[in-house]
């Protein structure tokens, strides 16, 4: 089995979209193996989104990704479940993603894209240990 990271973003469970979102994620075929609701601090936040440090959005996204709790998740698939994941989710930006992903359907700012899932299998790995340590 393979495993990802999925964050359902404060916006998601601001506006109630969770139950929406995972259960887009569980009729495809995944399953949640872990889940907990969080506020995630700026620590933390840096450490996930690492590789945006420096970027001129990157305050505005550990800022966001802090403002609220987030449901962050781990689900399972047999192959490839990030990229499974990040077909489900549609493309960064919402007003790009096609109609019946995730933030096409649901989104539409960038800023504001409801959901976070693992670009790569080692981003995968990295990501599920910052908030899942030994579950990946
Ligand atoms: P994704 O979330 O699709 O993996 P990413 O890793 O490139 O996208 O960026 C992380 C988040 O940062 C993204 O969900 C929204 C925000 N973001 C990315 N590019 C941005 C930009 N050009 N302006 C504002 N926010 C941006
Ligand atoms: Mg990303």
């Known amino acids: 089995m393979n495993r990802t990271l999925v964050i359902c973003k404060p ?7 969770v139950g929406e979102i995972i259960g887009r994620l569980e009729r495809k075929g995944l399953s949640l193996v872990a889940a907990e609701l969080r506020t995630i601090d700026a620590e933390t936040a840096g450490r ?22 987030a449901l962050v998740a781990v689900v399972e698939g047999p192959d490839d479940t990030w990229k499974i994941v990040r077909t489900l989710m549609g493309p960064t930006n ?8 995730i933030r096409g359907d649901l989104a539409t ?3 504001e894209n409801l959901i ?3 670009d790569s299998a080692d981003s995968a790995a990295r990501e599920i240990d910052i908030f899942f340590p ?3």
């Open 94 to 101: 919402p007003a790009e993603a096609p109609p019946g992903t």
């Open 134 to 136: 030994g579950l990946a």
């Open 109 to 111: 700012e960038m800023g």
């Open 11 to 17: 916006d998601a469970v601001e506006r109630g979209l």
């Open 116 to 118: 976070h899932g693992s």
């Open 48 to 69: 996930h989104y690492a590789e945006h440090e420096g970027k001129p959005f990157y305050g505005e996204l550990v800022s966001f990704i802090g403002r609220s709790p």
